[in-house]
Nanobody, 115 residues
């Protein structure tokens, strides 16, 4: 079992940047995959980016080239650096972690891109 706490969301203008953080309650070496998902009002939750325990990363086509996922093993934290933000990136962003016991989610953090 793991608890995940996201932070770093907020209001930003189009073209701006934000960095989201996801702090895990256990060593992330014990987690197979960690990822970021987002859910906009009236839409399904979608994958944004993922990182494996071997540091292999993946991105959705919507964010490729603009977002970067990374992990700090010493801090048990995964980050999502978001650059060149667009209004369509507005959503609640959720951190996820896959362990033997299942898939776990954080509480989410709101990102709003608006002028």
């Amino acid at each position: 079992q793991v608890q995940l706490v996201e932070s770093g969301g907020g209001l930003v203008q189009p073209g701006g940047s934000l960095r989201l953080s996801c702090a895990a309650s256990i060593s992330i070496f014990k987690i197979y995959n960690m990822g970021w998902y987002r859910q906009a009002p009236g839409k399904h939750r979608e994958m944004v980016a993922g990182i494996t325990s071997g540091s292999v990363t993946s991105y959705s086509d919507y964010v490729k080239g603009r977002f970067t996922i990374s992990a700090d093993n010493a801090k048990n934290t995964v980050y999502l650096q978001m650059n060149s933000l667009k209004p369509e990136d507005t959503a609640v962003y959720y951190c996820s972690a896959q362990l033997d016991g299942g898939l776990y989610w954080g509480q989410g953090t709101q990102v709003t891109v608006s002028s």
